[in-house]
């Protein structure tokens, strides 16, 4: 499975960004999909997670209530709604597929590029 994340850019405090994710080379719907991100000079961290069929979401504590995850099986996408966005939520951001809908990045198997989010003052 190839993961290809988009959507990333420069917001300022208090705006909101739609990150995407398209996944291609097999079958998308098998898979629990979750968001990573990773600050400079930072150990990349759990964001959000969601299982296959879209019933279990999972968040950080330090996005709860301002971030959601979803997906849209038929499309082969999932998404990443990022309102009241901080200036700590500047980060790249990775989408990653695994089996399960957990926290932890070392069980995800498929890994997308990256797309930059940067919050300014």
């Known amino acids: 499975v190839q993961l290809q994340a988009s959507g990333g850019g420069l917001v300022q405090a208090g705006g909101s960004l739609r990150l995407s994710c398209a996944a291609s080379?097999?079958?998308?719907?098998?898979?629990?999909m979750g968001w990573f991100r990773q600050a400079p000079g930072k150990e990349r961290e759990f964001v959000t997670t969601?299982?296959?069929?879209?019933?279990?979401?999972s968040y950080a504590n330090s996005v709860k209530g301002r971030f959601t995850i979803s997906r849209d099986n038929a499309k082969n996408m999932v998404y990443l709604q990022m309102n009241s966005l901080k200036l700590e939520d500047t980060a790249v951001y990775y989408c990653?597929?695994?089996?399960?809908?957990?926290?932890?990045?070392?069980?995800?198997?498929?890994w997308g590029q990256g797309t930059q989010v940067t919050v300014s003052s």
């Open positions: 969601i299982s296959w069929n879209g019933g279990i979401t």
């Open positions: 080379g097999g079958t998308f719907s098998n898979y629990a």
């Open positions: 990653a597929g695994g089996n399960y809908p957990l926290a932890i990045g070392s069980q995800y198997v498929y």
